[in-house]
């Protein structure tokens, strides 16, 4: 080997474990994380499924060692913030799953704690919201719930998840589109889908909003009509129109994303970043988002925490028209 071959060769050998001490550090933290996720909702929510499915992905990925769920549920969301807030200070191996319903929350609770605290570290999912109403209703349109919100909003009950969540968002939006007075909104918060159906299958409610996972089998066996969806475009496979396609220019994606605690450092942030990208990047990550109905909302920490801040003003902004927020 000639001296020239020999120094090529020294300084590619000398790179590349240049390049691996740049690199396995990142790969081992990924694989050898611990991550415990707060789900801040009872078992069985919008949030609850999302822990799981990403708790299942990110171990099926190899992203992290070990993934753990709880649940903290209470308050929108805010009871589970403020313990995560208060847990997991300077913790990489903590992650909150939230969405916009606890941007509302926290508004219309008055939370001491507000997601200035976390860290983002991104968006996950969005997934459509419908308007249904009991299979005999009069109302066979949205249309027709316009008309009836514009006559008098007060006496068009709506049933849907907890107040100042999305559910409620989307019910302001489309009273105050109506023309109706939206500081008058009727709406009756609950805590699961099963109660909210429970409700307009007993006549005593006008309309309900939910996920339209939630309300599939119910609009399917002919119990529930579905009058719109909230999302910019249709649903795949599903026979319901846009409230836009419908003439009332109102539009909504019910998101959720993950956060880390408060005081992490920036290697803590780029190992749980890199560790969740790997996740919602897989083919394991699309089937569940396929199975589940979830759109990829994906933006990385950066992005996100720039689309946070942005979401903070606009929900305001709609919890104040309708009254809930001061």
Avoid at 21 to 32: E, G, K, N, R
Avoid at 73 to 97: E, I, S
Avoid at 148 to 159: F, G, R
Wanted: charged residues 15%; aromatic residues 4%.
């Amino acid at each position: 080997m000639n001296t020239t071959s020999f120094t090529r060769r020294t300084l590619a050998i000398a790179a590349a474990a240049c390049l691996s001490a740049v690199l396995l550090p990142q790969a081992h933290a990924q694989a050898t994380l611990d991550i415990k996720i707060t789900a801040p909702a009872g078992a069985g929510g919008g949030w609850d499924g999302a822990s799981r499915a990403l708790q299942q992905v990110m171990t099926a990925t190899g992203a992290a060692k070990s993934v753990q769920v709880v649940n903290v549920p209470g308050a929108g969301g805010t009871v589970g913030l403020a313990q995560f807030v208060n847990g997991a200070k300077g913790d990489g191996n903590q992650l909150l799953t939230m969405g916009i319903t606890m941007v509302g929350a926290i508004l219309t609770n008055k939370s001491p704690v507000t997601l200035d605290a976390v860290t983002p570290i991104a968006r996950l999912t969005g997934d459509a919201l419908v308007i249904v109403v009991p299979a005999n209703s009069p109302l066979k349109t949205v249309k027709d719930l316009a008309a009836a919100l514009k006559a008098d909003t007060s006496k068009v009950v709506w049933a849907g998840g907890s107040a100042g969540g999305a559910d409620h968002i989307l019910a302001g939006l489309l009273a105050k589109a109506a023309g109706g007075d939206a500081t008058k909104l009727n709406y009756v918060p609950f805590s699961g889908g099963g109660e909210a159906l429970a409700e307009m299958l007993g006549g005593r409610v006008t309309a309900g909003v939910s996920g339209y996972n939630e309300f599939e089998s119910m609009i399917k066996a002919g119990k529930l009509r579905a009058l719109a969806l909230s999302s910019g475009a249709r649903m795949a496979g599903v026979d319901v129109p846009t409230i836009k396609e419908q003439g009332l220019d109102v539009e909504l994606m019910n998101w959720r994303g993950i956060v880390a605690g408060p005081g992490i450092s920036a290697a803590q942030k780029a190992a749980l970043s890199a560790a969740v990208e790997k996740a919602v990047k897989s083919p394991e990550w699309a089937a569940v988002r396929k199975q589940r109905g979830w759109d990829d909302a994906y933006l990385n920490a950066d992005a996100f925490a720039a689309n946070l801040k942005k979401e903070q003003v606009s929900v305001k902004d709609v919890l104040t028209t309708i009254g809930l927020v001061k």
